[in-house]
C-alpha cells in the first residue's frame, strides 16, 4: 500500500540545513550588534566623562553664583552622584528612551536629536545617492579601459581626494567660492516664503557641504568598483560570452558589471553608517544643523547628556548599517549562502 509522505519528508534535506544555517546566522550577527551597542553605551558613558572640564563651571562663567547655588545645579544635574550611579541612571534610562536632558538647552536629549537628524540624513544622503552613482560610472570605465588616460586620470584624482581631510576640503571650497554660495546655515532668514524660494535657499545652503562629502565618498566607490570589475575581466564565463559573439557593451553590462557589484553593494551600506558618523567635521565647517554640528556644540560644555546620546545613536547607526550589509551580502551572493 502506498502511504502519503509527511511535508517533513518531502523537504529536500539541503533546504532544511540550509534554513537552520540562515536562521543561525542571522541570530549569530544580530547578537553581535546587540552585544557592540551595549559596548558603545558603556564606552560613550566612560569617554565623555574622560573630557576635560566641568560642565557646571562652564555654564555659570563669569555669572554670579555662590557655593549653595553650585552645589544645588550639580544635584540637578545629577553631577553629583557617584560615576556607578550615573551609569545606572543612564543605562536604565536608555530602554525608556530617555536620553536625560541636555545642560546647555534644558530639553530632553532625544527631542533635540530628532530636530538635528533630518538635516544629516539630508545631507548624506544626497551625498551618498550622487556619489554612488558618480564613484559606479566612473569605476566601470576605469577598469573597462585599464591603463587609458582616462583610467589614469580617473584613478589618480580619487586617491588624491580619498586621502584629503574632509575639514581642510571644506575650507578649501569656501574660499574658492566665497561670495557664491552661503558659507553657513541651512536656511537664510531674508528668503520670501513659498516653497519653491525656500527649497531653492536650501539647496544653496547644501550646495557646498554635500560637495565636501561627495569629493571623499565618490573616490572610495569609484576605486573599490574599480578593483571588483578588474577581478572579474578574465574570468571563464566573460570568455564564454565573448565567443558567443556578444558585443563588448553587452557583456560588461550584462555580466561582468552585477558580479562585480556584489563588494561595493556591502561598501555602500557600510559607508552609509561611517558617512552619518563622519559628518562632524563638515558640519562643523559650514554650521550646517545637523547631528555633527549637534556633537561639536556640545563638545564645548562638555554637555554629557547630549554627548552621549549623540554618539550612541551615531554609532548605532555604523552598527544597523554593517548589519545590513552582512545579511545582504549573503542575499546576492550565493557562494555565501553554500557556507
Known amino acids: 500500500m502506498t502511504q502519503a509522505l509527511s511535508g517533513a519528508e518531502l523537504t529536500d534535506p539541503d533546504e532544511r540545513r540550509g534554513g537552520r544555517s540562515t536562521g543561525r546566522f542571522l541570530l549569530s550577527r544580530l547578537g553581535g550588534a546587540v552585544g557592540s551597542l551595549f559596548l558603545v553605551v558603556v564606552l560613550g558613558f566612560l569617554l565623555f566623562r574622560m573630557i576635560p572640564g ?70 548624506v544622503g544626497t551625498a551618498t545617492v550622487l556619489a554612488i552613482a558618480l564613484g559606479l ?50 536656511r537664510s532668514p531674508d528668503t520670501p516664503p513659498g516653497f519653491l524660494p525656500q527649497t531653492l535657499d536650501v539647496l544653496r545652503h547644501l550646495a557646498l557641504p554635500c560637495l565636501t562629502l561627495l569629493a571623499v565618498i565618490y573616490a572610495q566607490y569609484m576605486l573599490v568598483m574599480r578593483s571588483s570589475l578588474l577581478g572579474e575581466m578574465n574570468a571563464d564565463y566573460l570568455t564564454t560570452a565573448r565567443a558567443k559573439g556578444l558585443r563588448d557593451d553587452v557583456v560588461r553590462r550584462r555580466h561582468a558589471v552585477p558580479n562585480a557589484l556584489l563588494p561595493t553593494v556591502t561598501l555602500i551600506f557600510l559607508q552609509f553608517g561611517l558617512v552619518v558618523s563622519g559628518t562632524v567635521t563638515v558640519e562643523a565647517v559650514f554650521s550646517w544643523p545637523g547631528l555633527g554640528y549637534l556633537t561639536y556644540q556640545a563638545l564645548r560644555v562638555p554637555d554629557l547628556p547630549l554627548l552621549q546620546g549623540v554618539f550612541v545613536v551615531l554609532a548605532g547607526s555604523v552598527i544597523v548599517m554593517n548589519l545590513v550589509a552582512e545579511v545582504l551580502y549573503r542575499v546576492l551572493d550565493p557562494r555565501v549562502r553554500a557556507q
Open 54 to 123: 566641568d560642565p557646571v563651571a562652564t555654564m555659570t562663567r563669569e555669572k554670579p553664583f555662590d557655593p549653595a547655588q553650585l552645589a544645588r545645579l550639580r544635584e540637578r544635574l545629577g553631577v553629583d552622584k557617584p560615576l556607578y550611579q550615573q551609569f545606572l541612571d543612564y543605562f536604565f534610562g536608555i530602554f525608556r528612551g530617555d536620553l536625560g536632558t541636555s545642560y546647555a538647552y534644558n530639553r530632553p536629549v532625544s527631542d533635540l536629536i530628532a530636530e538635528r537628524f533630518w538635516p544629516t540624513v539630508l545631507l
Open 137 to 186: 560610472w566612473l569605476g566601470v570605465r576605469a577598469a573597462w579601459r585599464r591603463g587609458s588616460a582616462f583610467d589614469r586620470t580617473h584613478t589618480g584624482i580619487a586617491l588624491t581626494l580619498w586621502s584629503v581631510p574632509q575639514f581642510w576640503l571644506g575650507l578649501l571650497l569656501l574660499i574658492v567660492t566665497r561670495g557664491l554660495f552661503p558659507s553657513g546655515g541651512m
